[in-house]
Structure formats: C-alpha cells, structure tokens
C-alpha cells in the first residue's frame, strides 16, 4: 500500500525537484519489503547550488527580526501538527515503526519548533563594565553561519526538527541531509516550514551519496557549523572533516544505555517498562535502555517480569493498530542481530525469549532477552541498535556503577531504587549524559539531549541547544 506515500524531492533553493536525470536510490516499506518510491541523489553541481543559495539566505535570516522568525517557526509547527496523521504514516510506511509511536514523535517534533521560536527572542547578550574610564564593553551572541546538518533514518521526525529549530531559530541557513531509507518525513517537515513562509535558501534539503555529499558540503569555506546524529564510526569520521576546516560540530552518536536496578526498586516498574522501552522503535534508538544490571536480591523477579513483558509485545506491521514492535529498517540490521546472537551463544549466552528472525515479508525479528553473557560476546561491546536486551545481576553499587561506565559510550543511563542515597549516588557517578531515576522517560524539549564519552559531544534542545548555534563576539568601544 504505497497510496499515501508522497513524492520524494529535492528541495533547493526554494524549489523543489524530481529526479529527471539523476541517480535515485529505492525507498523501501520495511513490513513489506515493498518500493515506495524513489529518491532523487543529488548531483555534485546541485550540492553547489545548495552552497550557493545557503550563504545569502543567511545574511537575511540571521537579520530578521526574532519575532518574525518565531512567527515562521511556530506557523511550521502548526502545519506539522495539522499534518500529523499524514506524516505519521509516511515514517510507518519508511520506517515502521508503530503508527503511535510515530504520531508521537511528529507532534514531539512540532513542539521543537514552538520551543525554540520562544528561545528566537532571548538571543540576549551582555554588558561587561570596563575596567578603563569612557569604555563600554558589550558581549553580543550571533548566529554562526550556514550549517550542514546530517541526520539517521531511525527517527526521520526528531532528529532533524532537533537540529531545524534551534538553528533556525538563531538565525542560521541549514542544508539538511536526511537518511536515504526514511525521507519522506522530512521533506514534510521541510514543507509544513515552506508553507509556513520559510524564505528561499534558509532550509534547503538535499539526499545523495553519503560520503560524498558530507564530503562536498563539510569542505565547503561556505559550511561554518556541522551537526550529526549517527553512529560512532561516522561521527569520527565527519569531526576530522570538519577538523580540517576548523568547523565545529555537535555529535549525537550511539550508546549502549546501562539500567541499574537495586533492590529496593519497584521491580514490577522497572521491568514492565524497562521491556517496552528496550523495545521501542525496534530497539533502534539510541538512547535505548541495553544493559539491565539488576542487584542480585531482585535478579530472578526481575528476569521473570521482564520476559514476560518482553513475549507479551506484539510484533507486526506498524499501521496495524493493535502492534507495538515494527520491523527493523533494513536487512543489514536483521542479518546484524542474527550475527550478534549467534556470537553471544557461541560464547555462552542463554537465549530466555526470542532469538530469530520471524518469517514473512518484513524485517520482523523476535524482541530478545540474554542472559549469561561472557564478557567476550560482542553485544557486551557493541550498540546492538536492536530489539535485544542484555539481563546481568550484580552486587554491590561499586560494581554495578562500573559495568554501567565500562564501556567508552556515554549517553543514556537508568537507575531504579526508592533510596534517596542512592539515587544521588549513582546519578553522580554515572557517565552519560542522559540519566532517567525511577523512569525511562528522560526526553524533553526544554532539556539538554546529548552523550558524553565517545556518544558524542554538544547538547540539542533546552536552552543549551541553541548555543551550538551562536557565536560570541565582544564589541569594545572606547
Ligand atoms: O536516536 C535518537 C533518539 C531519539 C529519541 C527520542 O527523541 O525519543
């Protein structure tokens, strides 16, 4: 059923254009493994155009008045929301995941823009009082300059209205790449803010050849600010990218998430919980609950709650109202967690549930528990970026915090206990970013999302979000 699936386009310079004579890469349905449609790869002569146009774009944005770029970005937010049944199914059909969860991130994303309109108005700066008589010193915050921002497939709505509407909202041009499997969200996003009266130039979309087209626009004089959201490995590889130029970036990559559960926690919670949100989105979220490290009085009650939650999802074509785990995106990602179990059995690992693909037409693969993982077994190591869940038990809070920081990633972490003590303790001594006590919902548009260690550096959302866009510069006037 590809009938409310939109065309797929280009959009430069205000224009938005068809494949004609360009490459096109297939936009598969990830239930049914059916083409959805094909999106045209941008030419090297139109990323040129996109450099082109992103520069002037900039000189006007960044001097509207803020009111008026709040009034655009709230404008898109209202048309994103108007919108959003349309676009919610779009990213089932590309992405799969279920169609409340999709719903959920496009109104999620909608609140982004309608956030940061607000922060448009408080681009404030300072006055410094001079130490020299008849001198009056300011400290202005400005916007950074055109930026280059590359985001994943997995969360075709979040990721780039993340990085959109601060941006935007501090009055910087963006050239958006989004992931090649999942772009028809985007390009809604893209239009709900055309519609909204978005100027030509300032948003621009292109897709392509990833390396290339990271490639062409990091090196681009015109480029003054990178972002991304991906795995680690291209994360190192566009900051030396953007190293050369001497651009800054903000890095939101992978994590491996740890959840602490202590004996005095609500085990029933943290399990029930604990299996949907491992669960979500496949498990193809980086911010995901990976690692359950439960103390060793609750081990067993906690293994029973989880696998139970665990086999009671069901498993099915995200349109289908009744499903609450899609298919993963692509085949890579199934032949992936077949490869990460079968290593972990080989190791030692007990399967408690699931463990295979499930056949049919989509990349449906069973949710799954380990446990008894030897510390050899590579999902003990990697971002599994799937529907599997690690159970281990641990002792005391010294060595459960250990297993929790062994690894180099750093973004999200969970901790359940109802000892004040403790909460502090390991909210403290946890290193990731991202620290959710008693909970799993650690999202929000007025709060810092970023990682720490290798998940990345830079903060997207809240009031640190827009900074990553603003520059610094001290007028001093005697
Ligand atoms: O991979 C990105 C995770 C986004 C999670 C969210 O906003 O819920």
């Given at each position: 059923m590809n009938g409310n699936y939109d065309p797929l386009y280009l959009f430069i310079n205000g224009e938005w254009i068809g494949a004609s004579e360009r490459d096109t890469a297939s936009v598969v349905n990830p239930a049914t493994r059916q083409e959805l449609g094909r999106v045209p790869l941008a030419t090297t002569a139109d990323l040129d155009r996109a450099l082109a146009a992103t520069q002037p774009a900039f000189n006007a944005w960044r001097t509207t008045a803020p009111n008026e770029r709040a009034r655009v970005l709230k404008r898109g937010a209202e048309l994103m929301r108007e919108r959003a049944e349309h676009i919610a199914t779009l990213m089932t059909l590309e992405e799969g995941k279920p169609l409340v969860e999709s719903r959920d991130e496009v109104l999620r994303a909608a609140e982004y823009f309608e956030w940061f309109a607000e922060e448009a108005k408080r681009i404030d700066g300072r006055v410094v009082p001079a130490n020299r008589p008849g001198v009056q010193q300011l400290v202005k915050r400005q916007a950074i300059g055109p930026v280059a921002a590359f985001t994943p497939w997995n969360f075709p709505a979040i990721t780039p209205a993340r990085k959109l509407a601060a941006a935007l909202a501090a009055g910087c041009s963006v050239i958006i790449k989004p992931g090649e499997e999942s772009p028809a969200t985007a390009l809604a996003l893209a239009r709900a803010l055309d519609d909204a009266g978005l100027p030509k130039g300032v948003l621009q979309v292109v897709f392509g050849v990833p390396d290339d087209v990271s490639r062409h626009l990091i090196a681009s004089?015109?480029?003054r600010k990178v972002t991304f959201t991906g795995s680690v490995p291209i994360g190192r590889l566009l900051s030396a990218r953007a190293a050369e130029g001497v651009k800054p970036i903000t890095l939101e990559l992978g994590g491996h998430g740890p959840v602490l559960v202590f004996d005095d926690a609500d085990v029933q919670r943290a399990a029930v919980e604990g299996a949907a949100n491992r669960f979500r989105g496949t498990g193809q979220v980086c911010i995901s609950s990976t690692r359950f490290l439960v103390q060793r009085g609750v081990y067993d009650e906690f293994r029973e709650q989880f696998v139970k939650a665990t086999r009671a999802l069901k498993v099915g074509n995200?349109?289908?109202?009744?499903?609450q785990v899609g298919p993963l995106a692509n085949p890579r990602q199934l032949e992936k967690m077949q490869a990460l179990i079968a290593d972990a059995v080989a190791c030692g690992a007990t399967v408690l549930t699931g463990g295979k693909a499930i056949d049919g037409a989509g990349y449906f693969f069973e949710p799954t528990v380990l446990a008894n993982v030897p510390m050899q077994a590579k999902i003990m190591h990697e971002e599994p970026f799937g529907p599997i869940a690690v159970l281990m038990a641990f002792d005391e809070l010294a060595q459960g915090l250990q297993e929790a920081n062994r690894l180099p990633y750093g973004l999200s972490a969970y901790a359940f206990t109802s000892n004040a003590r403790t909460a502090i303790d390991v909210a403290d001594g946890l290193e990731a970013g991202m620290i959710g006590i008693n909970q799993?919902?650690?999202?929000?548009?007025?709060l810092p999302f970023g990682g720490m260690k290798e998940s990345g550096h830079g903060s997207e959302g809240g009031v640190e979000g827009i900074e990553y866009y603003l520059t610094h510069k001290f007028i001093s006037q005697a």
């Amino acid at each position: 059923m590809n009938g409310n699936y939109d065309p797929l386009y280009l959009f430069i310079n205000g224009e938005w254009i068809g494949a004609s004579e360009r490459d096109t890469a297939s936009v598969v349905n990830p239930a049914t493994r059916q083409e959805l449609g094909r999106v045209p790869l941008a030419t090297t002569a139109d990323l040129d155009r996109a450099l082109a146009a992103t520069q002037p774009a900039f000189n006007a944005w960044r001097t509207t008045a803020p009111n008026e770029r709040a009034r655009v970005l709230k404008r898109g937010a209202e048309l994103m929301r108007e919108r959003a049944e349309h676009i919610a199914t779009l990213m089932t059909l590309e992405e799969g995941k279920p169609l409340v969860e999709s719903r959920d991130e496009v109104l999620r994303a909608a609140e982004y823009f309608e956030w940061f309109a607000e922060e448009a108005k408080r681009i404030d700066g300072r006055v410094v009082p001079a130490n020299r008589p008849g001198v009056q010193q300011l400290v202005k915050r400005q916007a950074i300059g055109p930026v280059a921002a590359f985001t994943p497939w997995n969360f075709p709505a979040i990721t780039p209205a993340r990085k959109l509407a601060a941006a935007l909202a501090a009055g910087c041009s963006v050239i958006i790449k989004p992931g090649e499997e999942s772009p028809a969200t985007a390009l809604a996003l893209a239009r709900a803010l055309d519609d909204a009266g978005l100027p030509k130039g300032v948003l621009q979309v292109v897709f392509g050849v990833p390396d290339d087209v990271s490639r062409h626009l990091i090196a681009s004089p015109v480029i003054r600010k990178v972002t991304f959201t991906g795995s680690v490995p291209i994360g190192r590889l566009l900051s030396a990218r953007a190293a050369e130029g001497v651009k800054p970036i903000t890095l939101e990559l992978g994590g491996h998430g740890p959840v602490l559960v202590f004996d005095d926690a609500d085990v029933q919670r943290a399990a029930v919980e604990g299996a949907a949100n491992r669960f979500r989105g496949t498990g193809q979220v980086c911010i995901s609950s990976t690692r359950f490290l439960v103390q060793r009085g609750v081990y067993d009650e906690f293994r029973e709650q989880f696998v139970k939650a665990t086999r009671a999802l069901k498993v099915g074509n995200g349109l289908d109202p009744d499903t609450q785990v899609g298919p993963l995106a692509n085949p890579r990602q199934l032949e992936k967690m077949q490869a990460l179990i079968a290593d972990a059995v080989a190791c030692g690992a007990t399967v408690l549930t699931g463990g295979k693909a499930i056949d049919g037409a989509g990349y449906f693969f069973e949710p799954t528990v380990l446990a008894n993982v030897p510390m050899q077994a590579k999902i003990m190591h990697e971002e599994p970026f799937g529907p599997i869940a690690v159970l281990m038990a641990f002792d005391e809070l010294a060595q459960g915090l250990q297993e929790a920081n062994r690894l180099p990633y750093g973004l999200s972490a969970y901790a359940f206990t109802s000892n004040a003590r403790t909460a502090i303790d390991v909210a403290d001594g946890l290193e990731a970013g991202m620290i959710g006590i008693n909970q799993y919902r650690i999202v929000a548009t007025e709060l810092p999302f970023g990682g720490m260690k290798e998940s990345g550096h830079g903060s997207e959302g809240g009031v640190e979000g827009i900074e990553y866009y603003l520059t610094h510069k001290f007028i001093s006037q005697a």
